[in-house]
């Protein structure tokens, strides 16, 4: 196998490659790639896909918002921020804010839960009553 002669041979990243360093699926990154998250890659003459630095960097930054919960549209957003250069700390801040009001919300919803259940097990004491107040507790309207 021939090294890369040039400086954007040298830079080109497979698909496998680029899942590997950012710890994403394959199918997950050509799926970004439809919804346009990721730029169409450019392909080698087989076909296959071939990123550069950029994409490593972008789908990093996708990941990592991902991975705080923010819905792709959120992440479509702050993308259009960073691309077109227009860094406005405000308009980052608006996103991050209304997704930190919907993270708070479901965390008060999965407090309600907690107190529900643990007082239903509760219930339910050492497990040996003839009637489950669990099962029974699932099966009311």
């Known amino acids: 196998m021939q090294r890369p002669t040039s400086a954007s041979a040298a830079a080109a990243i497979s698909i496998g490659v680029l899942a590997k360093r950012t710890g994403c699926n394959i199918e997950t990154i050509r799926y970004y790639e439809k919804i346009g998250l990721l730029p169409p890659p450019t392909r080698s003459g087989a076909g296959h896909r071939i990123f550069r630095a950029d994409d490593l960097s972008r789908l990093r930054f996708v990941r990592r918002a991902r991975g705080l919960g ?16 227009q860094q406005s700390c405000a308009q980052a801040r608006s996103i991050a804010e209304s997704h930190l009001d919907d993270v708070r919300a479901r965390i008060a919803h999965l407090k309600a839960m907690e107190r529900v259940l643990r007082d239903t097990v509760r219930l339910c004491a050492d497990g040996t009553k003839p009637n489950c107040p669990i099962i029974e507790a699932l099966s009311r309207e």
């Open 70 to 85: 923010f819905a792709l549209d959120e992440v479509r957003a702050l993308l259009r921020l960073a691309d077109g250069r």
